[in-house]
């Protein structure tokens, strides 16, 4: 799977491609990154890539032209590295993802849908933003980080890479540990521990791992992670519970423990 990216910062993108376990996909080939920095589209001595808005207004707008080359280097080289054109009866073009606070929000369910894809092309915007005409030219899909600003598309878009990077094949080493996060099953995660199995608190007393996590007993232990990830989910995110029940994931006990807790959100 392959990504490219364009953007003014690609020095930003170094730290993911060399630690954690991300870096296993890059290592292994399962993902491919290649960076397009922006500036080397730009023309004259000042190699401008923004200017003015017209109309007014505060801030610089990111110049159509540059990212016109850009893009068409990007594609150029896709096609080669195909072997073919990606036009017609060629590989399925890759779609042109722009980061945006106006976009889609970037959830599991895109990421799983990107993950099992063949790669895209990331758009990261500083400034004000883009001019809209690119955008209306060649955007496939808009994406958001979240509800607020941030002052580039790269954190976004290493967000998106990281994501994907981790659903990759070979990268965890427990290839069901990806399937027990959040959102996998459309609950969030339950709590974990780990050594020692008495915390010393300040007052001089501790805080003990939960019992059932020791007893060796998988079914208890399973029984108790799906309570406390249905519980934390139907406390902080009741519309997870709704979607959940709707699509037919919750079993009659999930159901019985959701109504033992007593919530305005269970029926
Ligand atoms: C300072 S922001 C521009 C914000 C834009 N004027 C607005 O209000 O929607 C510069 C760039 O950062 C990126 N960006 C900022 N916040 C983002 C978010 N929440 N999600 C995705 N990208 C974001 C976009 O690429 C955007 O073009």
Known sequence: MRFDVI???????????????????????????KLWPLRDFAEGNYRRVDDRPFGGGPGMVMMAPP????????????AQEAGEGEGEGAAPRAPLIHFSPTG??????????????SGAVLLCGRYEGIDQRFLDRHVDLEVSLGDFVLSGGELPALALLDAVAR?????????????QDSFEDGLLDCPHYSRPEQLPRAD????????????GHHGRIARWRRERSL???????????????????????????LRSLKLDATP
Not at 204 to 215: E, F, I, K, M, Q
């Open 204 to 215: 001089g007393g501790v805080d003990a791992v939960p019992d059932v996590l020791l007893s």
């Open 231 to 257: 519980e934390i989910t139907a406390r902080r995110r009741a519309d997870l519970i709704e979607a959940a029940r709707a699509a037919g994931r919750l079993s009659k006990e999930d159901e019985r423990f």
């Open 7 to 33: 953007t003014l910062f690609p020095e930003l993108f170094a730290p993911h491609l060399e630690v954690g376990v991300t870096r296993r996909a890059y290592a292994g080939g399962s993902l491919q990154l």
């Open 104 to 117: 889609r929000k970037l959830d599991q369910a895109l990421v799983r849908e990107l993950a099992a894809g």
């Open 67 to 78: 990212l016109e080359r850009a893009l068409s280097a990007v594609r150029g080289a896709r």
């Open 167 to 179: 659903l990759q094949p070979g990268v965890l080493q427990d290839a069901a540990s990806h399937q």
